[in-house]
């Protein structure tokens, strides 16, 4: 099992930028992908993107132009950097891992993910 914690939420305003960041904990981090997905009041979960152990990203198709997701399989850290945030991008936000490790296709389904971090809140203001 592994452990994670975001961090880098917040409040900004619409045209801004924030960096979300997950410290994972527990196993092997290099060897999983990683996720991060998103929950907005009223709404179900979302995904936003993903990276693979290998470290290919995939995103999703509204998000890919503003945000990037990264990893650095050194300090155990996942990162999203959000720019040109929007009110709509105003959501809780979870990072996870996935489920198996070295797995070779493309996974966005909230079912390839096994560990979920409590979430950080962040909030774009019009």
């Known amino acids: 099992q592994v452990q994670l914690e975001e961090s880098g939420g917040g409040l900004v305003q619409a045209g801004g930028s924030l960096r979300l960041s997950c410290a994972a904990s527990?196993?092997?981090?290099?060897?999983?992908?990683m996720g991060w997905f998103r929950q907005a009041p009223g709404k179900e979960r979302e995904f936003v993107a993903s990276?693979?152990?290998?470290?290919?990203?995939f995103y999703a198709d509204s998000l890919r132009d503003r945000f990037t997701i990264t990893r650095d399989n050194v300090k155990n850290m996942l990162y999203l950097q959000m720019n040109w945030l929007k009110p709509e991008d105003t959501a809780v936000y979870y990072c996870?891992?996935?489920?198996?490790?070295?797995?070779?296709?493309?996974?966005?389904?909230?079912?390839?993910?096994?560990?979920w971090g409590q979430g950080t809140q962040v909030t774009v203001s019009s």
């Open positions: 990276i693979s152990w290998s470290v290919r990203p």
């Open positions: 527990g196993r092997s981090f290099s060897s999983y992908g």
């Open positions: 996870a891992a996935s489920r198996e490790p070295y797995y070779g296709g493309t996974q966005y389904s909230e079912a390839d993910f096994a560990s």
